[in-house]
Nanobody, 126 residues
Framework: QVQLVESGGGLVQAGGSLRLSCAAS???????????MGWFRQAPGKEREFVAV????????IYADSVKGRFTISRNNAKSTVTLQMNSLKPEDTAVYYC????????????????WGQGTQVTVSS
């Protein structure tokens, strides 16, 4: 059983910042460092979309154009955690944010991800 648990969501004004965290655990997830870790988001009435992904060692990152320069993804393999620092937030960033794990270190599509968290709500007010 693999569990991904997100935290850190909330309500923030436009221009503000939030820091999302995702903690991984489970007997079959002993090799956290062998998974690429991604963040996706889903706004009301819209499809889930890719936000960012980080490779196994943390040196390789890819961002969606909509968040590039504002969001930063990082990971701590010793603690089996991945973090999404979100700055200069905009109302259009409002969504449920999901953490996911993939054997592919640079996956940007949902089918490539094996494990998903339950999501955390981020609301940005104007």
């Amino acid at each position: 059983q693999v569990q991904l648990v997100e935290s850190g969501g909330g309500l923030v004004q436009a221009g503000g910042s939030l820091r999302l965290s995702c903690a991984a655990s489970g007997r079959t997830f002993s090799t956290f460092s062998s998974y690429g870790m991604g963040w996706f988001r889903q706004a009301p009435g819209k499809e889930r979309e890719f936000v960012a992904v980080i490779g196994w060692t943390g040196t390789s990152t890819i961002y969606a154009d909509s968040v590039k320069g504002r969001f930063t993804i990082s990971r701590n393999n010793a603690k089996s955690t991945v973090t999404l620092q979100m700055n200069s937030l905009k109302p259009e960033d409002t969504a449920v944010y999901y953490c996911a794990a993939s054997r592919n270190m640079a996956a940007r599509t949902m089918p490539a991800y094996e494990y998903w968290g339950q999501g955390t709500q981020v609301t940005v007010s104007s």
